[in-house]
């Protein structure tokens, strides 16, 4: 038997984890044969190598080495390198996750040489198209012949745009299968001593979002309602590049009175959020872990691409509104944390129907 060709894409730091479990559920399986192509999107040992020593990731096979660029430099770049790869190995899928430069380019290359796209995570919509994100989900979706999708929203997106139900499918969280493979560890190794945290006596805090971090009015205003907020509960930061960027070339160095961290390892991270006492983000992915680990979010953004946290979830829409923001705060230290209530399929096993599904259509197609 001939077996199947996937090549899987990952760019940056949020597709790590997603790639993990889709690769572990393929390579159980002698049915596939897997190539992992790094586009090196992020680079830096922090946002990169940290995440595949946690999450016991096989080294990519391929490093495109693309590195940090305007939105078109980036996306070209990927686009340019990866062809060859895809020329050379000949695969008979591309799996490409979430809405990253890498995920759309490495999709365009790959429809361009009449390779199939599998895209996982599909069908989110923010409405927000000055969200690079968005533009990204929107057209990798519209050129993917498989389409996975996490949450009810996304198929409803996607048939609105008249996409054929054949192509949808309903499989759950691979992000999550990840978190609940490693929470326990990630709780035992917190480091809440190292940190001088206490369980439950802390906030974490994200910020990266261009929306937020590259106007450095708007980033002062919720560095000053942040700060108040240090000054009830300690908050911890570990800094993006981006962020740090903006802070050290846009507001002459003056650096938020916050428990500033460097970027953290995955399993540091989740260490942290399973004991925070709240988490505030602009980030897409965090919404959905503190939701499946019962976490309160405040997000820090007029929108989400991912509903489901907010009608089931633990997560609420606060923007850069300083009162929106002050009364969550309130609410949140002044209530009694509930159980979570965990969303349809976010049960560790998004990654096995995955490949069930990718082992069905491509057997059948190819008369394996
Ligand atoms: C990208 C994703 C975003 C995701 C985020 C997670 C796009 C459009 N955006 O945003 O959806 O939430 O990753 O982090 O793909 N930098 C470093 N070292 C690195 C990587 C980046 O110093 O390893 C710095 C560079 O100055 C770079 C800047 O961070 O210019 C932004 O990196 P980039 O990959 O363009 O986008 P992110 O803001 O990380």
């Known amino acids: 038997m001939k077996r199947a060709r996937v090549l899987a894409v990952a760019g940056a730091r949020p597709n790590f984890m997603k790639v993990a479990p889709l690769l572990r559920a393929m390579r159980a399986r002698p049915f596939f044969e897997t190539l992992l192509v790094h586009t090196g999107q992020h680079y830096d040992a922090a946002m990169s190598e940290a995440f595949f020593r946690d999450l016991g990731m096989p080294e990519p096979d391929v490093n495109l080495g693309v590195g940090s660029g305007s939105h078109a430099a980036q996306t070209a770049e990927v686009l340019r390198s990866i062809e060859p790869v ?119 805090l994200t910020l990266h979002r261009p929306s937020n971090v590259d106007d450095p009015e708007r980033l002062q205003r919720l560095f000053d309602v942040l700060e108040e907020v240090h000054q009830r509960i300690p908050v911890v930061f570990p800094v993006h590049p981006r962020t740090r960027a903006a802070i050290e070339n846009k507001m002459g160095g003056r650096v938020p009175k916050l428990h500033l961290t460097e ?95 990718l082992e069905r259509e491509l057997s059948a197609r190819a008369g394996r």
Not at 128 to 157: C, H, K, Q, Y
Not at 177 to 203: F, I, K, M, Q, S
Not at 315 to 335: H, P
């Open 86 to 204: 895809l020329l050379d190995w000949r695969p008979d899928v591309v799996v490409v996750v979430g809405d990253v430069n890498s995920t759309l380019a490495a999709t365009i290359a790959a429809v361009k040489l009449g390779v199939p796209v599998a895209h996982v995570e599909a069908g989110l919509r923010s409405f927000d198209r000055s969200m690079p994100e968005e533009i990204n989900r929107l057209l990798t979706d519209a050129v993917s012949s498989w389409l996975f999708t996490s949450e009810p929203a996304g198929a409803a997106n996607l048939r609105r745009e008249g996409v054929d139900e054949a192509r949808i499918h309903f499989v759950g969280n691979v992000m999550i299968d990840t978190l609940l493979a490693h929470v326990d560890r990630a709780r035992a190794e917190a480091p809440l001593d190292r940190l001088g945290l206490e369980a439950n006596g802390y906030a974490l």
């Open 263 to 357: 970027p953290l390892g995955y399993l540091t991270f989740l260490g942290l959020m399973a004991y925070a006492r709240l988490v505030l983000t602009d980030s897409g992915g965090i919404q959905e872990e503190t939701t499946a680990l019962g976490v309160p979010c405040l997000t820090l953004r007029e929108n989400t691409e991912r509903p489901i946290t907010v009608e089931q979830g633990t997560n609420r829409l606060v923007g850069r509104d300083v009162s929106l923001i002050r009364a969550g705060v309130d609410e949140i230290l002044a209530a009694e944390r509930r159980p979570p209530r965990v969303p349809d399929l976010w049960d560790g096993r998004a990654a096995e129907r995955i490949a069930d599904v």
